[in-house]
């Protein structure tokens, strides 16, 4: 019988050198290497390297030899004792003690949950969209995501197991990003009807934190971001190891994946070139983790480009260079208010779930006002931002540009851009600035060349806040009232933000007669009477009511105020910054803003007859619309300024 040199394993103690063991070939059974040739001789040394290179876990896999122990005792040693024992580091590859002990069935059930799972998380990442609504149709979760497909194929086609996780761990992190992006994005539709910039919004952090510290107080607050940070990093680390899961059930059926990501690639294809969709009308072929990474991509880039294009733009000015005696002549001895109403939209004054009460308030303060001898006409304004941003409506009315993120808005306000209070402060107005709803330094307010500025810190409030608001709107008018509408003042441009209809809407202050406005220590028991923010934020319908009971309060106290204190030199424009959030008007609704100029003169309106604007403090639906951008080129127009066309052309590139 052909014989063939054959290594033992010795896991305890090396052989001594130039020790081989020889079986016959028909001894050797499931041998894991090849068999050489007959006659080849295998060193006992080289196989002992081999076992310290590899490691013992994989020696047991190496040799699964069943020999008989005499015939070996004898060929393996034939210079032994005839009762000789086998040697101690020997071992019996038959016998089944040596072998690798196989799972149990909990392991394996375990094993194969956890790549199941790993498989739904993954599939969930790719088609997880970036809006509430979608989330409720059926037809989300009936797609095919090309990218699973992608991904699986270029994980084959990377060498070395190491390279393999890495590449892995990087897809499955990237995965995670977009996923917490998408998320981000439902809650901003919810709120802005905006996707999140990660650029540009970082800003409305405070916003946020503000909010949440009204609704569940400081602690519940802080443990909601720290809730938040955990969730980001849990949805993190499991997409990171799903896809590593994934990626290690791949490489060991190699064959069946590879199957799989060009079969699935070659159906998703088809399926996109014939344009099938299933429920909802959504295609069945999906993309949308490749064209949402792109698109976040390719909204950073236009930042870049538009940020170049705006600093062209910025310099485009007709009125730079009017000269002062030429400006706002048909205003000369007026005392100007642009008086921002928060979260004032189109949708308080037409939707019928919200306008109940809106223009019941509207209509009788028409009648009011007229009777106290005033005349009001109104429009409409699409505002840059929606559910917030109120500083970018604010920009974009006073400069004349469209300021619609934050780095325009930064832009503007480190430009030298002529703005309405400057060029008020510039044909000899005093330029007023109040501002209830801040609550520190303001450094963009430098850019507005105010004549002098007042907010919360310093306007003696001595009450409690009301949600988000500082103070109440009465409160402010009526430190208005006392400290700059005196008499014998000089005429004045004022800037005012009213703030007690900013989200959240609870508590509201109510309309007291003014003469018990006082320091606003009587709002500590007004209060005290409101609803919790807690109480209203539990349901929807609250929610909106309330929003509707804010915007009622502002205009009431603002035509009272009007009625009480206005004269002939009083002029306002009073109109919303953005509509509130979609949480209250739903999605789909418009950026329009009502708009409405009031004064007693009436040839002050008359300037204005040629704008097509309704009579009254109820703007129609059909009156016209205008970017709210282009009010301050009306406005300067229409009250006698005198562009300088010439300073129009854009500056060269």
């Not at 090849?34 to 006659?39: A, I, K, M, Q, T």
């Not at 590899?54 to 009762?83: Q, Y």
């Not at 739904?120 to 990442?125: E, G, H, K």
């Amino acid at each position: 019988m052909s014989k063939v040199s054959f290594h033992r394993l010795v896991p305890i103690s090396q052989p001594a050198a130039g020790e081989r063991v020889e079986l016959l070939v028909h001894e050797i059974r499931n041998a894991s290497w090849s068999v050489l040739e007959e006659g080849s001789v295998l060193s006992v040394t080289s196989f002992f390297d081999r076992f310290r290179r590899s490691g013992p876990a994989e020696a047991p896999a190496a040799a699964e030899v069943s020999a008989d122990k005499s015939d070996a005792s004898e060929e393996a040693a034939p210079d032994a004792a005839p009762d000789a024992k086998p040697d101690a580091a020997s071992v019996s590859m038959n016998k089944s003690d040596d072998r690798p002990a196989a799972p149990s069935r909990t392991r394996k059930i375990a094993g194969r949950v956890l790549t199941i799972s790993a498989f739904v998380l993954i599939f969930a990442a790719l088609i997880l969209p970036n809006t509430v609504s979608r989330l409720e149709r059926p037809g989300t979760y009936l797609r095919l995501p090309l990218e699973g497909f992608v991904a699986v194929g270029l994980l084959l086609l990377i060498p070395g197991g190491r390279a393999k996780r890495i590449v892995a761990g990087v897809l499955g992190a990237g995965l995670g990003v977009l996923t917490v992006m998408k998320i981000t994005d439902m809650g901003f539709y919810k709120t802005l009807a905006r996707p999140f910039d990660p650029v540009l919004d970082w800003v409305l952090l405070d916003d946020a934190e503000a909010f949440l510290r009204d609704s569940v107080g400081a602690a519940g607050a802080v443990g909601t971001a720290v809730a938040l940070v955990l969730l980001i990093l849990v949805i993190l680390t499991l997409t990171t190891l799903a896809a590593m899961r994934v990626a290690k059930v791949g490489v060991r059926h190699r064959r069946t994946t590879a199957i799989t990501a060009v079969s699935g690639t070659a159906v998703w294809v088809v399926l996109l070139l014939l344009g099938v969709t299933g429920l909802n009308n959504f295609p069945v072929a999906a993309r949308s983790g490749y064209t949402y990474a792109w698109d976040r991509a390719q909204m950073v880039r236009k930042g870049v480009a538009d940020e170049r294009s705006f600093a062209r733009e910025v310099q485009i000015d007709a009125y730079a260079n009017t000269p002062a005696d030429q400006l706002l002549t048909s205003l000369k001895g007026k005392d100007v208010m642009v008086t921002f109403v928060e979260s004032y939209g189109r949708s308080a004054v037409q939707d019928p779930t919200l306008n109940s009460g809106v223009v019941p308030v509207l209509d009788e303060g028409t009648k009011e006002l007229a009777a106290a001898g005033y005349s009001a006409r109104s429009g409409w304004l699409t505002s840059p931002t929606f559910g917030g941003g109120s500083w970018l409506a604010h920009s974009t009315l006073l400069s004349g540009l469209w300021i619609n993120n934050q780095q325009r808005y930064r832009n503007l306000t480190s430009s030298d851009r002529l703005t309405l209070p400057s060029l008020f402060r510039k044909a000899s107005w005093n330029a007023i600035n109040v501002a209830p709803g801040t609550t520190r330094a303001w450094p963009e307010g430098n850019f507005y060349r105010y004549n002098q500025s007042f907010d919360s810190r310093n306007t003696g409030y001595a009450g409690p806040s009301f949600g988000w608001a500082p103070q109440p709107d009465q409160y402010t008018l009526s430190w208005f009232e006392k400290n700059v509408h005196t008499p014998g003042h000089q005429p004045y441009y004022v800037e005012m933000p009213l703030i007690s209809s900013h989200t959240p809407w609870a508590p509201l202050p109510t309309l007291i007669d003014w003469d018990q406005v006082g320091d606003g220590s009587i709002y500590t028991r007004l209060r005290e009477q409101g609803k919790s923010t807690k109480s209203v934020w539990a349901d929807p319908a609250k929610v909106r009511h309330e929003y509707a009971r804010s915007i009622q309060y502002t205009l009431s106290t603002v035509f009272s105020w009007l009625e009480k204190y206005g004269d002939d030199n009083t002029v306002m424009v009073l109109l919303g910054d953005h509509q509130p959030s979609p949480l209250v008007v739903g999605d789909g609704a418009s950026h329009d803003v009502p708009i409405t100029i009031l004064a007693k003169d009436k040839t002050v309106l008359d300037k204005i007859a040629g704008w097509n604007w309704t009579d009254g403090t109820r703007p129609d639906p059909a009156a016209p619309v205008w970017p709210m951008n282009e009010f301050r080129d009306k406005f300067l127009a229409a009250y006698g300024s005198s562009p300088q066309l010439s300073h129009a052309i854009a500056p060269p590139r």
